[in-house]
C-alpha cells in the first residue's frame, strides 16, 4: 500500500512539473508573440512618421508667355512693301466702313507672336511637304485635325486681334479656328488647290467642335448603287402560268387589314423617332447667328476638284457650300488676295456664288489678282483710239499692288512629328453614342492606333461593341471587333500569317467550340477558304482545288472519352465521325454521268452515296449507294460481289451495265478516298488545335515589327534588349545574396559559438531583428532624403524659371520643360517606392522573425506562435 501510494504521489508531482513546464512555455510563446506585435507596432510607427508631399503642376501653356527671341526678323518687323500693304489696308477699311457702316469690322492685320501687325494673306505659307498622305485635301485636313488640339476664341462674337504663323502653331500644337484654317490653307495651296481662309458665322456645335450629336465617320455606310435589272423579254412559245383561285374579295380585304396594321406601326415608329429627335435636340442658342468661325474653302477646278466645297478644319469633314451649318461670310482670302463679301447673307449661304472675279458679289482689296472680271455683255459702244487704250492699261498697271511674300518660315514638318501627329500621341473625339481613341504607332505595346467604342445610350455607360485598329504586329493583326451582348469577338488579319489566316470569329478561345476561320486561300495547298466550326459538325470551303473539291462537312459524335486537355496528337484522340458530305465542281473533261458532284460517307451504317452532275437537258442526275463489306466474313471465307451491295440510278438511256468487277474497284477506291477524306478531316482538328495554340502565344507576346531603315527604333530595341539582360543578370545575383546565410556576421561577432545555449539563441536573434529594423528604417530615411532634394531642385528650377521667364530662348524653354517633365517622373518614382516600402517593411519583419524561428540552429532554443 506505501509503495503504490508513493508511485502515485511521484506521477502527481511529474504531471504537476510536466504542467507548469507547458504553462511556462505558453507564457514564453505569449510573451514573444506580444513583443513581436509591439516591435512590428514600432517599426509600423516610425515608417508613418516619414511623409513625402508632391508638388503641384509647374507649368501651364501660356501664349503670352512663348519665347520669341529666337524668330527671324521678318516675325519682328515689318518691311517697307508690308508698312505700304497695311496702308493700303487701312485704306480700303475707311472705304468700307464708310460704305456700309453696318456690317462689322474687317479682319484684316492682326498682330502675330511677336505684337507686329501682319496683314492676314501674308500670314498663308504656302507649302508641299514631302508626305505622299499630304498630298489630298481628305488626308491633309485630317493630319492638321489630328496634329492640332483645338482652343475656342476669346470671345465667341468676335474674329481674334492676332494670328499666330503656322510655325508657332505646329510648334505648339494648339490654336483657334482660325490657326487651325490659316496652317490647312498652306497645305492645300501647296498641294495645288485653289483654297481659301473663310472669315464667317457658324452654329454652336461647329464653334465649339461638338460631335456628340454627329455619327462617327467609320460608322457610315457607302452609298449602295442601284443596278437596274434587265427586263427579259417574255418567250413567245412560253408555258402559261397556273390560274389564280384564290378569292380577290379575300385578298383584298386581307391586304387592307395587312395596310391598316403597316400604317399603325410606321405611325409609332415615326412619333418615337420624334421623341428621340427632341430628346437629342440642343438647348437652343443665344448667340445664334453671331458665332464667328473660320474655315477653308475649296474652289472647283483646280486638282479636278468639281464642285466648291467648304473643309472644317476642326473635325477635317467636307461640307457643301450651301450647308446650313454655315451661317454667313465676311471674307475670304488666301496668299494673292484679300475679297469681302457684298452679298445678302439672310439665308446663310445657300444663295453665295463664290464668283470672286464678280466686283459686285466680291469686293476685292488689290488689284493684281489672278481671278478674271466678270464678262459684262456686249453691247454697242463706239471704238475708241488705240492710244487711248494703252493709256488706261497703262494707268491701271500703275495702280496695281503686288502682294508682298509670306514673312512666315517655310513649314517643316519632322517625320518623328508627322508619325506621332495627336500632341503627346493619342487623342479622344466624342460622337454620337459613340467614342472615338487615336494613338500613334508603336505608342501602345500591342499596336493599337485607334479603337471605336459603341454605347447604347448618349451617357456613353453602356458598351455595346468595340473596334479596333492595329499597326506593325508581328502577327498580322490589323482590326478587331468586339460584340459585347453576343460576346463575339472578331480578328482581321493582313497577307501573311503563318497559317494564312484572314479572319477569326470566335466566343472563346477553347477548342471544339463555335468559331469561324477565313483563309486567304492563295496561300495555302490545299485552297482553303473558310472553315465554320461547332462542336457537332465542321464546314470547310475550298477553292482552285485539282480535284474541284470546293466543300467539305463533317458531323461528330459524342465521345466515349473524356477529351484530354493536351493536344490532340493522334487520331485515336479525335473526335468520333459520323458522316462526311464533299462536293465538287463540275470536271468538263469527264462525262456528266461519271463526274461525282457529291459524295457521302455514312460512317457508322458502312454506306457510301454518290450523285453526280446533270446531263445536259435532264432534270434528274445519276446516283449510286454502296454498301460496305469487309474482304472476308467471320469464318474466314472471301465475300463476293453481289448486285445488291450498289443500288444505282442512271439518268437517261444507256446500253452500257457496269460489270461487278468495275463496281468492285470502285467501292474499294472509294473506301480508301473514305480513309483519306478522314485523314484530312483529322489533320483540320489538329491545325485548329496549332492556330488556337499560336494565337494565345501572339496575343500574349504582342510582338511589333520595325522597319530596317526605322534606326531609331532600332536602337531602342537594342537598348531595351540589353536593360533587360541587365535586370536579368542583377535579378540572378539577388537571388544569390538571398541564398546567403543572414547569421553569419553575428556569429563571427560573438565568436567561435562550439554549443549553441538558450541564452545565445536568443540574443542571435534579437541582434538580427535588431539590425534588420534599423535597416528598413534607415531605406525610407534615404528614400525621403533622395526625395526631398529633388523637390528641392525643382523648386529652385521653378524660381529660375519665373525670374528668366522673358529672356529664355527656345532651346532653354524646351530644356526646362524636359527637366521638369524628368523631375515629376523622378518624384513620383520615389514617393510610390516609399509607400511600397512602407507596406511591404511589416511584412519583410514578420517573414525574417518566422526564419529565424525555423533555422535549424536555433529552433531548439527558440519557439514562434
Known sequence: ????????????????????????????????????????????????????????????????????????????TNSPKEQLLLQVADNFWRQYAHLCPDREPLFLHPVNECS???????????????????????????????????????????????????????????????????????????AGYDAYCVNGYATREICMMDETREECPLLQKEEEVTVEAVQVKPKKYAIKPLRDLRSKFELQQAAKVVAKEQAAEEKKQKEEEEKTVQAEKPNPDKLYGLRVHAWVLVLSGKREVPESFYIEPFTAKSYDTKNELFLGIESVWNHKNYWVNMQDCWNGCKDLEFDLGDPVRWEFMLLGTDKPLLSLPEMEEEEEPEEEVEDLI??????????????????????????????????????????????????????????????????????????????????????????????????????????????????????????????????????????????????EYFEGRSDFLWYRHTEFGKRTKKAPNTQVNTESNARPILKITERFHRNSEKPADEDVAERIFLILKEKILLTYHYKKNYITASTREFNKRSDVDTTGNKIIMTRDMCISYQAGLTDKEEKLFHLYEMMLRLMEEEKLSKHQVWESEMEVLDILKIREEEVAASKLTVSIYDTERNEKSREQRELMERQLQEERQRQVEQDLDYLAPFLIQMGGIEKMTKWLALRLKEDCMNDFKHHLVDKANLIQARFEKETQELQRKQQWYQQNQLNMTLEDEDAYLSYCSEAMFRIRILENRLNRHKERAPQKYIALDEKLCNDPRLAEFVKFS
Not at 516610425?46 to 521678318?74: A, G, R
Not at 488626308?139 to 508657332?168: G, H, K
Not at 490659316?182 to 495651296?189: A, D, G
Not at 468559331?515 to 495555302?524: A, D, G, L, P, V
Request: aromatic share 10%.
Open 116 to 190: 507686329v501687325e501682319k496683314f492676314v494673306s501674308t500670314t498663308v505659307r504656302p507649302t508641299l511637304l514631302p508626305y505622299s498622305e499630304l498630298y489630298d485635301w481628305d488626308s491633309c485636313a485630317r493630319f492638321v485635325s489630328d496634329y492640332l488640339t483645338m482652343e475656342p476664341l476669346p470671345s465667341p462674337i468676335a474674329p481674334p486681334s492676332y494670328l499666330y504663323s503656322p510655325t508657332t502653331i505646329l510648334r505648339y500644337q494648339r490654336g483657334n479656328c482660325f490657326d487651325f484654317s490659316n496652317l490647312l490653307c498652306s497645305l492645300l495651296i501647296g
Open 394 to 539: 497703262k494707268e491701271e498697271e500703275s495702280k496695281a499692288f503686288d502682294m508682298p511674300a509670306s514673312w512666315v518660315l517655310p513649314i517643316r514638318i519632322t517625320p518623328k512629328e508627322f508619325e506621332m501627329r495627336c500632341p503627346q500621341g493619342k487623342k479622344e473625339i466624342l460622337y454620337k453614342n459613340a467614342k472615338l481613341e487615336k494613338w500613334a504607332p508603336y505608342l501602345n505595346s500591342n499596336g493599337l492606333i485607334s479603337r471605336l467604342t459603341l454605347y447604347e445610350d448618349l451617357d456613353y455607360s453602356k458598351v455595346l461593341d468595340v473596334k479596333e485598329w492595329f499597326k506593325n504586329r508581328e502577327d498580322t493583326m490589323e482590326r478587331r471587333e468586339l460584340n459585347k451582348q453576343a460576346e463575339v469577338t472578331t480578328e482581321y488579319f493582313a497577307p501573311g500569317h503563318v497559317q494564312g489566316l484572314k479572319a477569326h470569329t470566335y466566343k472563346t478561345m477553347e477548342p471544339e467550340t463555335e468559331r469561324t476561320m477565313e483563309f486567304y486561300s492563295e496561300t495555302r495547298v490545299d485552297g482553303l477558304q473558310k472553315r465554320v466550326e461547332t462542336p457537332t459538325d465542321m464546314e
Open 1 to 76: 500500500m506505501e509503495s503504490s501510494s508513493r508511485i502515485e504521489s511521484k506521477e502527481q508531482k511529474i504531471l504537476e512539473k510536466l504542467e507548469e513546464e507547458e504553462e511556462e512555455e505558453e507564457e514564453e510563446e505569449e510573451l514573444s508573440s506580444f513583443n513581436l506585435k509591439e516591435e512590428v507596432h514600432d517599426l509600423e510607427d516610425k515608417l508613418s512618421q516619414i511623409q513625402v508631399h508632391i508638388p503641384e503642376v509647374v507649368y501651364e501653356f501660356d501664349w503670352s508667355s512663348i519665347d520669341t527671341s529666337n524668330l527671324p526678323e521678318s516675325y519682328k
